[in-house]
């Protein structure tokens, strides 16, 4: 059905340093503020808002943010290409 996430996805915790993301229900991955300055000065309801539309692919409407999930594990290898509006 459109419109349905593919699989399970929760923001399962926020520090000062970044967020945790659960997929599947079984992999953790840390979304840090350095790699990822985008969400440093989004509202914590804004980083909770995220859908995953395709298993490779998570996005946070709110914020218009699209992330590759192999970004978050691997970010050296998705070097960043625009800088955040101060």
Known sequence: M???DISPIEVS???K???WILLDEKEELFVSF???PWFRKAPV???FHV???QPHHL???ELDIDLHVDSIRHPETFPLVSQPIA
């Open 13 to 15: 915790g926020v520090t």
């Open 2 to 4: 459109l419109g349905t």
């Open 17 to 19: 340093h970044g967020f």
């Open 34 to 36: 350095l790699e990822f």
């Open 59 to 61: 996005y946070w409407p």
């Open 45 to 47: 309801v804004e980083l």
């Open 51 to 53: 859908d995953r539309p």
